[in-house]
């Protein structure tokens, strides 16, 4: 069920300081350390695509606080390969400054106009208030906001999305996903027809140039005209010509956001709500003419005015059947929103569970069938008794996790481990089709299900690069399987810290790890579907 959450939002300093909120550790390894920096900035461009100023503007900062801040003193510096990739994160960086500059004033209006609605709220509950007993009220709204104290105050939901709990709506999370997927897939096919690499495209991306490039790609959103399209084409290219990426903030080693405004074409941010026309072009007219029709036989006449072409009228209930209330899952008597309007920054999913230090973790859905399909391409090795292995690869919509692909990577096997070999195959095949690595699945041919000392260790990596990644064990011999993640604290900085090396060591703590599942912010979402991608010789 939806709801209309009124978290309140938060200013920049506010998000600054949450943004500064993470464990840096220079024993990891700086590859993995560079892997992190990356997928905050995918994140960051999918916050920004659904609206999210917030969640946008702290990922941001914490990727320029990561890389100016941290990896520059990197033990792991001085390997040529790791330099290359700093240069390149750090160039990353220089685009991200942009960015914040254009967030900061909108998301601190934002924060004032809550303030302001605040105060008049405040006003308006004091029985017999006159304007000077206004006047000697706190200016700060402190009686309102210390009423609603519950209110989350994770930037992810402090917008005007419709939040909702991922165990109460998993077959809404799964037509939002099929619809989100399919339009971004037919984005990137559309890139490749045009010709843009992926190096170009990855450029592109990352400096902002593409403020809604792939609504401008995908061939079935109406709300461009051809004329409006080919404008902002010749506006790309035009910026792209005459862009300096090294001109702004040259030399510095901490982010700085007060510097002048350029000339550079930002991407515009929508602001999140429910209905944006601005957004949804006539489309969404059309949506919101259609409502009526659910509810009354008679037309309101605001709705005569928007669809005066009766022309469009006998198309209407075949884009209503599109997508049915029986196939999401959805009650009649508490509908959430026109099916047709099914898009992300329409929704957010709200945190299913916690980290042991309190920090939200976003919930997982998975395939139920996933694990039987692994199992399958396991056997072979199974019945040798050798250990297969495969990654969780997926994406981020509406603050939710959506594992969509799994992959099967070159691997080296014995009976207790399995290690991937050519990583940089599988992280081009990642980068190439815009997925993040959300964890990993592998066996035990003929032990328990359990996470060893070395799972532990690998996973370890996992979720330094994403708090909500997981670690599925499957037993095929006992029949058994779980979900795991390490507890933060004490797992993590207990295996962080650990500098044994056998494949079998004990660790002091007890509770290094816990069920991601039962419960957690794990959800099997029946229907989910997901492709296998087998990157072993000769597959």
């Known amino acids: 069920m939806a709801t209309r959450s009124p978290a309140k939002p938060l200013n920049v300093e506010q998000i600054v300081r949450k943004a500064q909120g993470f464990d840096y550790n220079p024993l990891i390894p700086l590859k993995y350390w560079l892997r992190t920096a990356g997928t905050l900035l995918k994140e960051a461009e999918i916050y920004e695509n659904e609206g999210n100023d917030q969640q946008t503007y702290l990922l941001l900062f914490r990727h320029a606080e990561l890389v100016l801040g941290n990896l520059s003193t990197h033990p792991d510096i001085r390997q040529l390969k790791n330099r290359v990739g700093l240069q390149q994160a750090k160039t990353e960086v220089q685009s991200s400054l942009r960015k914040l500059e254009v967030l900061k004033p909108r998301i601190n209006k934002r924060y004032d106009r809550y303030q302001e609605l605040v105060r008049s709220r405040e006003a308006a509950k004091s029985p017999g208030s006159t304007a000077e007993g206004d006047l000697r009220k706190p200016q700060d709204g402190s009686s309102y906001q210390a009423g609603h104290a519950r209110l989350p105050s994770d930037p992810a939901l402090a917008g005007g999305a419709e939040t909702l709990a991922a165990g109460e709506n998993k077959d809404l999370a799964v037509e939002l996903a099929h619809k989100e997927i399919r339009r971004r897939a037919t984005a990137r096919k559309a890139t490749r027809q045009a010709g843009i690499s992926e190096e170009e495209e990855h450029m592109r ?24 399209l080919s404008r902002q084409m010749q506006n790309v290219r035009l910026q792209v010509n005459g862009s300096d990426p090294d001109g702004a903030h040259r030399g510095s080693s901490r982010p700085s956001f007060e510097s002048q405004r350029s000339n550079f074409h930002y991407p515009a941010v929508p602001q999140p709500s429910a209905y944006d026309s601005s957004l949804e072009g006539s489309r969404t007219k059309v949506a919101k003419g259609s409502e009526p029709d659910l509810k009354a036989p008679l037309r309101p006449p605001k709705s005569l005015e928007q669809l005066s072409n009766e022309e469009r009228l006998p198309f209407r209930p075949a884009k209503e059947a599109t997508i049915s209330d029986t196939s999401l899952g959805w009650s009649t008597e508490q509908p959430l929103l026109p099916e047709k309007d099914l898009k992300p920054s329409t929704f957010s999913f709200k945190p299913s569970a916690y980290l042991e230090n ?41 603050n939710a996790l959506f594992i969509s692909k799994l992959v099967i990577p070159e691997q080296e096997s014995t009976s207790d481990t399995c290690e ?29 299900c359990f996470m060893s000392s070395r799972d532990l260790h690998t996973h370890c990596g996992y979720q330094v690069m994403m708090a909500e990644s997981i670690a599925i064990v499957c037993a095929p011999s006992k ?47 029946k229907g989910l579907q997901f492709d296998v991608v087998d990157l072993r010789p000769g597959r």
Not at 209 to 216: C, F
Not at 483 to 489: E, N
Not at 497 to 505: E, M, R
Request: overall charge negative.
């Open 205 to 228: 991306r990352t400096a902002g140039l593409w403020g809604n490039w792939e609504e401008a790609f995908t061939k079935n959103d109406q709300a461009i005209d051809q004329d409006t």
């Open 358 to 398: 309190g920090a939200p973790l976003r919930t997982i859905f998975l395939p139920p069938d996933l694990r039987h399909r692994f199992l399958e391409l396991a056997l072979p090795n199974t019945r040798a008794n050798l250990e297969t292995c495969g990654m969780l690869c997926g994406t981020l919509i509406s």
């Open 479 to 525: 029949g058994d399987w779980g979900v795991f993640r390490l507890t933060d604290p004490p797992g993590m900085k207990s295996i962080l810290n650990c500098s044994q090396t056998g494949l079998f060591h004990p660790h002091a703590e007890n509770n290094i790890y816990t069920d991601a599942l039962r419960p957690g912010h794990v959800y099997e979402a």
């Open 420 to 448: 991937t070999v050519n990583e940089s195959d599988f992280f081009d095949f990642v980068d190439g089709e815009d997925l993040m690595v959300l964890g990993w699945i592998h066996t035990h041919p003929t032990q328990t």
